[in-house]
């Protein structure tokens, strides 16, 4: 019987057949395109003001400030939360097993996206995240995101429908991470700190820092603030690697077949296939940091009544040193948003602390509603080690879902705590979506081989 992964992001009736190459060929040119889209700026977008809503998410959600991708995969993912929180609550029924209901379901996501991407727009221009800017901007700057949001959630529907090695969401975050961490290892961009023009990316800073006539390796290894730093690539490095074990992690349990009274052990499928949870944990508090942002730039200088309760409850914010940007210190935003660096650690350690607990809960409590959502409560248990060519089993008494989003949660909030380069989270989930893609590609790779085998028989 055949395994699929479990995929909050792919609920495609049917798929078309796609040669392998082609599929490797319109990946690659759907890559190239998001690429532009991170790299073009939107029309009318001033240089300077507002402040950044999404600045600590902007690697998971695939987006960048002032860009095509200023909401990057945020309206689907949220979307798909949305829905998905409908089905478990019984709210919307759906049955997953038939592919007219799952067409249905998909069609539903793409709308509630756009929809999405529209009052993510207007909030922008109306609550300042630009800052000041006229009307005139505002019907300049709207349509831009909008039609930047359906150009990227049509992309999104191509490669779930076969066009592509994985879905637009996977390959969006692979091509942000990258790009972030290339930028913060070479950006030519220059910092002046202490009377000398420092680069922006930590690898030419640090060299900089060793052939300087007065050697000084300490500035670029660790810098405050946003500004990438020496110590921050290590870090990558070193969650990387820590990554590339954990995902590969199984985990051996012993359980009763369905039609067979004989215990067997048998090898549980690997955790990374329910990093979805962290991506759409992530997509949660990103919407609270959203939401708190606006109400702290439209309600700030209210100091009593219910709009004062409302800011205080979801977060006030405060500059970040040596920047322009706002970041939460207090209430539900402070305690959803990971912490940017040593100096925010210190400065408020019970925002850290209630961050870390909050995204293994959370983690656990979506990793769970993915699998319950999509009928496949005991999809995880299975025999053998290739995802393509398994067994599914019934498990007894083996709540793995709870386990593997317990190991995401705490990978995610750990990683995301100790502040690599790339985030934590988005070297985690860019790992994962690389291991998957290696299974893939080994697994058309096997099938290559074994046609052209036949072929050579037959001849």
Avoid at 72 to 100: C, N, R, W
Avoid at 166 to 187: A, E, K, P, Q
Wanted: net charge positive.
């Amino acid at each position: 019987m055949e395994s699929k992964k479990l995929d909050l992001f792919d609920s495609m009736s049917s798929r078309v057949s796609i040669p392998f190459n082609l599929k490797v060929i319109y990946t690659s040119l759907f890559a190239i395109l998001y690429l532009i889209f991170l790299n073009i700026p939107i029309f009318g977008v001033p240089s300077s003001g507002g402040t950044d809503p999404f600045f600590a998410f902007r690697v998971i959600m695939a987006s960048q400030r002032g860009s095509l991708a200023e909401f990057g995969i945020f309206p689907l993912v949220y979307a798909s939360f949305i829905m998905h929180v409908l089905v478990g609550l019984g709210i919307y029924k759906m049955d997953f097993t038939q592919a007219e209901k799952r067409k249905k379901f998909s069609i539903i996501v793409t709308i509630l996206g756009l929809f999405f991407s529209l009052t993510s727009s207007l909030c922008y221009v109306i609550f300042g995240a630009y800052g000041e800017i006229s009307v005139d901007q505002g019907f300049i700057i709207i349509p831009q995101l909008l039609l930047a949001s359906t150009l990227i959630i049509i992309i999104d529907y191509f490669m779930r429908k076969g066009y592509g090695l994985s879905s637009g969401v996977s390959l969006f975050i692979v091509v942000s991470v990258s790009r972030t961490i290339f930028d913060g290892m070479f950006s030519l961009s220059q910092l002046r700190v202490g009377g000398f023009d420092w680069y922006r990316g930590c690898i030419l800073a640090f060299i900089q820092g060793i052939f300087k006539e007065d050697p000084d390796i300490l500035t670029p290894l660790i810098r405050p603030g946003l500004t990438p730093d020496f110590l921050g690539f290590i870090l990558a490095i070193i969650v990387f690697g820590m990554t590339i074990f954990f995902v590969s992690f199984t985990i051996k349990r012993p359980f009763y077949q369905r039609d067979q009274i004989t215990k067997s052990s048998m090898t549980a499928q690997s955790l990374y296939n329910y990093s979805n949870s962290v991506v759409i944990t992530s997509s949660f508090f990103a919407n609270i940091s959203f939401v708190s942002n606006m109400m702290f730039n439209t309600w700030s200088s209210f100091s009593t009544g219910f709009r004062s309760l409302l800011v205080s409850f979801f977060g006030r914010w405060e500059t970040i040193e040596g920047t322009n940007q706002l970041a939460p210190v207090s209430g539900l935003a402070a305690f959803t948003t990971p912490p940017y660096g040593v100096e925010q650690i210190t400065q408020h350690p019970w925002n850290t602390s209630v961050y870390f607990l909050f995204m293994i809960v959370y983690s656990i409590l979506m990793s769970r509603l993915l699998v319950k959502t999509s009928g496949k409560e005991n999809v995880s248990i299975l025999k053998g080690t290739d995802i393509f060519n398994q067994e599914k089993y019934e498990v007894t008494n083996f709540p793995l879902a709870l386990l593997a989003g317990f190991f995401m949660g705490f990978l995610a909030g750990f990683f995301n705590i100790i502040s690599p380069l790339g985030t934590g989270v988005g070297i985690l989930i860019t790992t994962c979506i690389l291991k998957q893609l290696l299974d893939i590609i080994s697994h058309e790779k096997s099938k290559w081989n074994e046609s052209r085998k036949n072929t050579e028989i037959n001849k």
